[in-house]
């Protein structure tokens, strides 16, 4: 509650003060966490350059490397890195106005996850090849108009993957999808509502799901979430 005066003067003046004391206060932050060695760069990101890089891993789908870097600073650290190709993902919807989602079982979390079509990119595919082959390959379906929403990076701190966001409409079945005794999927088709509810409830955890799900609702102005 903003006390009265006289005048009018007694409350914006306590305002002022007020005001310059948080600035005071910011500003003596900022210096100390700048002498305790604060890791923001004075002007945007602090670049680190690679001195030694070492494949301490190398697997099917992904290599791990030991990089020795230096930053703008001139400190020396090391970065352990998880290298992927890349990934495409695909927001489809159906003529009906139905969402394609596949349920699959997921090793690193232990659980089966509702996800949106995806796949990573084989050697010398372009995304979008890769995201019409994944969608068929996936759910059986095909088709439609391609629009791009963009690309995220699933886990930046320590994985390379940046995965490559598309939005089909009107899709449709083409074929059977081929029988792949490594990767068991079941395909589920929601609408907007059921989208909604698996979110909420906790179901729906996907990152690049929700990501793809949130670009379409922006760019696109579709009432999803």
Known sequence: MVRSSRGGDGPVHEREAQTGRSGEDAENRTAEAREGGARLAPEGACPEITLERREMYAGKIVRVVLDQIENCRGH??????????????????????????????????ERDLLEIPAGKREEGETPEVTAVRELREETGYGGGTWTYLGKIYTSPGMLSEGIDLYFTDAVHPVGVTPDDPDEILRLELLDTEEIRRAVLRGELVDAKSLAALALASQKLGLDIL
Do not use: N
């Open 76 to 109: 020396r650290s090391t970065r352990e890195i998880v290298v992927h190709p890349g990934a495409v993902a695909v927001l489809a919807r159906t003529e009906e106005e139905k969402f394609l989602f596949v349920r699959q079982y997921r090793k690193p979390v």
